[in-house]
């Protein structure tokens, strides 16, 4: 018999991961935020993440129209901001933190998160009920500090020197 949903999930619990804000735009061009940790390093030449979106979600459906969205990596202190961002109703959404800029494409990156990057869609491809975005990178931005971590269900932040 295969696994469980719930064996699967359990899972994937052992395996951390960092937390990201996705800022996408609202039909009306409202800023829109989604936490998500499905997003990885694709290739390095050219410059290729990729994004899984629950394809019946607001965030997947701005990108199918936009072609575009935004990764913020999330501060250890931020867990707040990831919860809020995952529950919140599509129009509490539209309130992405306020100290934000956009980049030169429209993309709205967080003035404070870790990481920001621009990322053009160039493929999507359907997988049961999420839609991977495959996403040239065209901008990005680094700054210091520690990330928020996502393990077992919960929040942590890391412990390194
Ligand atoms: C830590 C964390 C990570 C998440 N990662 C993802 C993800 O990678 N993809 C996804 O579709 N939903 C993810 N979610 C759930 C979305 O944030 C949530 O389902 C959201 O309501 C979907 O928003 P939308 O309907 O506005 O698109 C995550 C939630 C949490 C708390």
Known sequence: M?????EFRRAWGKFPTGVS????????GAPYGTTANAVSSVSLDPLIV???MAKTGMTCANIIRDG???????????AEL???????SGEDREKVPSDH????????????????????VVQQVRAGDHI???????????REGRPLVFYEGGFAGVAKD
Request: aromatic share 10%; with cysteine; charged share 20%.
């Open 2 to 6: 295969s696994p469980s949903a719930a």
């Open 21 to 28: 804000l996705i800022t996408t735009r609202t039909q009306e």
């Open 50 to 52: 990729h994004l899984s």
């Open 68 to 78: 575009r969205f935004g990764i913020n990596f999330l501060r250890e202190e931020d």
């Open 82 to 88: 990831a919860l809020f961002f995952a529950k919140a």
């Open 101 to 120: 800029t956009t980049f030169a494409s429209g993309t709205i990156a967080l003035n404070d998160a870790l990481v920001t990057m621009d990322c053009k």
């Open 132 to 142: 991977v975005f495959i996403a040239e990178v065209n901008d990005l931005e680094v």
